[in-house]
């Protein structure tokens, strides 16, 4: 990625104090490389003085087509590390409205004042904001001063794919200084999309854009942690201001060996082959649902509702997070049912979403059998069916 010039001085100057000040951390070879015999640490060793999570390092770096990688021990930890540090006073965060809470978190431990939402996957409300970021910062208009967009390629609780090339045309069109940069959480798309799962951000072929992306091993991947992947100078200065780095122990070799694992598995023929099982599920899925002749009724009474089936284009078919929207107070009703016939899913209530839009939480995977799709969707829409007979009212919260 080429990182914006506002955001390459403001770094560069962090680091010069911080050298200046005789603070600054240097990024040494491990001390197996330079010959030295170790009296200093134990396992698991901090993460800049051991081999191994350096050849780790690398290999993230390079599965995720990026130039470096910085391991956390969670994706949490990586997005809190990400928005605490790399913001500056001054510059501005642009948060999509149903971004996770690390990506909240780190924001409210970081720096920034100027913090705005604008609404879910809506370029209109983007281009609002940005318009109110300029007027509000003369350094964030002329240039001086950074723009962080914040997003998620496939949002864990919509279901549903954010717009990224649109984003970065319209962030483009509203800085021409070129000082904006989106930063996307990969979480639900690491492992399903992208050369050998490498995410969404290379499925689009935007690995040389001003994006920093969070990939997360802990979700499709099977395994455990989170990776940033960025520019040398962002690794450097992570390496010196990112608290959650500096001051947490390193992976342990079982951690490395997983994700090295994990890794192998991706990339190799039946990676692809379980992916490609997925993605066909999915469909089985979205069309059963599509082409039942009780889904329209469901909608219309409100009594299950398939809000990102009914606004996914046939070419965007990844998502295996599939939310089933049910009336207030139904949702458990609903998971028990299924649970009687063995298909385990989650609900999801209030105030993890908003009141109206309660949930239940469909993750489809690979070993997932057609049949097993279908008697799914069976159930669901029987029970869907008798709801809308008896007239299902809305629980009371008095």
Known sequence: MQLPPSLTAALQSGIAKRRQQGQYFEMSPPATEMGMVDFGWREPMPRWFTNE????????????????????????????????????????????????????????????????????????????????????????????????????????????????????????????????????????????VGPNGSGYICHLGLEKEPIISMQSFGKGPGALGGVVICDPLIKEYMANFARGLMYSTGPSFPTIA?????????????????????????????????????????????????????????????????????EQGQCHKLRQRLQEYRFRTHAVRYPAVPKEEERVRLMLHADNQPDEIRGFVRVLMEWGWEMMQVGVKPESRL
């Open 53 to 192: 999570v350096t050849k780790l390092e690398r290999l993230l770096a390079d599965f995720h087509h990026g130039k470096e990688a910085v391991f956390f021990n969670s994706g949490y930890e990586a997005n809190v590390g990400i928005y605490s540090t790399l913001p500056q006073p001054g510059d501005a965060i642009i948060h999509d409205t149903m971004a996770h809470a690390s990506i909240r978190d780190g924001i409210r431990y970081g720096r920034v004042s100027i913090v705005k939402a604008f609404a879910h996957n809506n370029l209109q409300s983007l281009d609002d904001v940005l318009e109110k970021v300029k007027l509000g910062s003369a350094d964030i208009s002329c240039g001086r001063r950074t723009v962080f967009v914040a997003l998620e390629s496939f949002y864990s609780m919509e279901g549903d794919i954010s717009p990224i090339p649109e984003i970065l045309s319209h962030v483009r069109c509203a800085l021409p200084a070129g000082n904006g940069v989106l930063i996307v959480d990969e979480a639900h798309s690491t492992g399903i």
């Open 258 to 326: 997983a994700i090295r694992a994990s890794i192998a598995t991706l990339s190799s023929a039946d990676g692809e082959q379980r992916r490609q099982r997925l993605r066909a599920n999915i469909r089985i899925f979205h069309q059963l649902i599509l082409m039942h002749p009780w889904r329209q009724a469901l909608s219309n009474s409100g009594v299950l509702k398939f809000p990102s089936i009914e606004q996914t284009k046939n070419d965007e078919v990844f998502v295996a997070i599939i939310p089933i929207i049910t």
